[in-house]
C-alpha cells in the first residue's frame, strides 16, 4: 500500500524552530546584526551637511524612522534627519521649506531601484538643486537601474542584499547608513539585535538550552495563529509617543508580510492596529473594553524615560482634589496609566493582553524590540504556511500604476 497526502495540519514548535533554522540559510535579515559596520561608519565621517533627507518610502524609510524617532530626544545628535516618502505635494512643500537644501545630503533608498515615489521625489529634488556626487548617495540592488544611474554620475553606493526585503532591512545600509550619518550608535544597535538573535537561536533546541526568548515567541506566533480566526485584530499599545515611528513600521511589517494565500489558496491575514498610550486611551481602550471580542493588546512600555520633568506643586482654583500629582515625575505617570490599562484589560479576563517593558531609551533597547517583532513575523508565516517575504498584492497595485501612468 502506498499512502500520499497534500493535509497540512498544525506543525510542532520544533519544527517550526527547525525551519527558520533553516531559512537562515536564505533570507539575509537573520544574519544582519553580525555585518561589519566599518563602511558606514568611514563615509558619516566625511558627510560635512548639516541636513540629511532620506528618499524613500515603505522598508526604505519606516524602520529607520521608527529608531531616529524613539532615540533623538535622548541624543545630542550632529545633525538633523528628514524623511521625505510620499508623492503628497503639500507634505513635499512643507518639508523642504525647513530645509536648507545647499547644506543637505541626499540618501536615495530604493531595493528596486524602480519606485515610482522615490523617483518622483527624486526627480524633483533635481530641479531645485544639483545633486551629484558631493551630495547624493545611493542605497539600492546593485543591478538595479537607480545603481546604474549613480554609477555613471559617481556617486557613493551602498547595497542592499538581493534576499533582505524592504520592510526587513532596517539592519542593513538602509537603517545604519542614515543613522550613522546623524550621530546614532550603530554598533549598539546592532549589539542589541544580537542579543535577540542569540536568546532565540541558543533556545529549546539547540545545544545551550536557553529558553526564555524562543519559547515565549513561539507560544504568541502559535495562539495568534491558532486563534486568527476569533482574534483577528493585534493592537500593539505603545505607552510612549518615542514609539509612533515603531507603530507605523510594525503595521508595515506585519501587514505585508501576513497578508497572504496560503499553500491550500486560502486567504490569511492579521490586521495590525497600532495606537499610542496615554493618548489612545481616551478612544479605542473603550473599543478594546467593552467592543467585539477580536482583539489582541500587546502594551509596550518604557520603563526608563531618561526625562525628570515633573508635575510642579501647584494648587489651581476648584481642583484641589487633583493635587496627589503634585511633584510627580511625568515618567512615572505614563508608567502608572500603562499599569492601569493593563489591569483594566486584565480584569475583564476574556482579552488576549501581553506586556513588553523597554529597559530605556537606548539603541540596544529599540532594536531588540524591532528584531524580535521580525522573529515574530517569521514565526508567524511558518504557522500560517505562507510565504512571509514575497508581496504579490504590492506588485499588483504597482503594475497597474506604471501601465496607466504610461498611458496617459
Known amino acids: 500500500m502506498t499512502y500520499e497526502h497534500n493535509f497540512n495540519p498544525t506543525i510542532s514548535d520544533k519544527d517550526v524552530f527547525t525551519q527558520i533554522v533553516k531559512e537562515k540559510e536564505d533570507i539575509g535579515y537573520y ?10 561608519k568611514e563615509y558619516a565621517k566625511e558627510v560635512k551637511q548639516t541636513n540629511v533627507v532620506v528618499i524613500g518610502i515603505g522598508g526604505s524609510s519606516l524602520g529607520t524612522y521608527a529608531i531616529y524617532k524613539y532615540l533623538k530626544h535622548s541624543r545630542d545628535l550632529s545633525k538633523k534627519l528628514f524623511f521625505l516618502e510620499t508623492t503628497d505635494p503639500i507634505d513635499i512643500k512643507s518639508k ?46 546593485y543591478d538595479s537601474k537607480l545603481n546604474a544611474y549613480a554609477k555613471i554620475h559617481r556617486m557613493k553606493r551602498f547595497e542592499i542584499p538581493k534576499n533582505v526585503g524592504g520592510r526587513f532591512s532596517v539592519f542593513s545600509a538602509v537603517g545604519l547608513l542614515p543613522l550613522a550619518i546623524v550621530g546614532i550608535d550603530i554598533d549598539e544597535l546592532l549589539r542589541g539585535a544580537q542579543e535577540t538573535h542569540n536568546d532565540f537561536f541558543g533556545g529549546m533546541w ?36 518615542r514609539l509612533e515611528g515603531f507603530n507605523k513600521w510594525y503595521i508595515q511589517l506585519w501587514g ?3 497578508g497572504k494565500i496560503d499553500i491550500n489558496n486560502t486567504h490569511q491575514g492579521l490586521t495590525p492596529v497600532g495606537i499610542i498610550g496615554p493618548i489612545d486611551q481616551h478612544s479605542f481602550l473603550q473599543l478594546i473594553i467593552q467592543g467585539r ?16 520633568l515633573k508635575i510642579p506643586a501647584i494648587t489651581l482654583d476648584g481642583l484641589e482634589e487633583l493635587d496627589y500629582l503634585n511633584n510627580l515625575e511625568f515618567s512615572s505617570l505614563i508608567k502608572s496609566q500603562a499599569d492601569a490599562t493593563i489591569e483594566s484589560i486584565n480584569a475583564v479576563g476574556d482579552i488576549p ?25 517569521s514565526l508567524v508565516g511558518k504557522f500560517m504556511y505562507i510565504n512571509t517575504y514575497d508581496q504579490p498584492g504590492v506588485e499588483s497595485g504597482k503594475i497597474i500604476l506604471k501601465k496607466n501612468l504610461g498611458n496617459k
Do not use: H, W
Open 256 to 258: 505585508e508580510s501576513l
Open 353 to 377: 493582553c501581553d506586556v513588553i517593558s523597554i529597559d530605556g531609551v537606548c539603541e540596544s533597547s529599540i532594536a531588540s524590540l524591532m528584531y524580535e517583532y521580525e522573529l515574530l513575523t
Open 96 to 141: 523642504l521649506e525647513n530645509i536648507d537644501l545647499e547644506d543637505t545630503l541626499f540618501i536615495v533608498i530604493s531595493k528596486s531601484g524602480t519606485t515610482v515615489e522615490t523617483v518622483s521625489i527624486f526627480k524633483y529634488i533635481n530641479s531645485l538643486v544639483t545633486c551629484d556626487s558631493s551630495n547624493t548617495v545611493v542605497i539600492t540592488e
Open 31 to 40: 544574519n544582519l546584526p553580525f555585518q561589519d559596520t566599518t563602511a558606514f
Open 206 to 241: 539547540s545545544e545551550s538550552k536557553k529558553l526564555e526568548t524562543n519559547e515565549r515567541l513561539l507560544k504568541k506566533a502559535r495562539f495568534l495563529v491558532e486563534y486568527k480566526n476569533s482574534f483577528n485584530i493585534n493592537v500593539v499599545f505603545s505607552y510612549s509617543s
Open 293 to 308: 471580542r477580536d482583539k489582541t493588546v500587546t502594551v509596550i512600555k518604557v520603563e526608563n524615560f531618561d526625562n525628570d
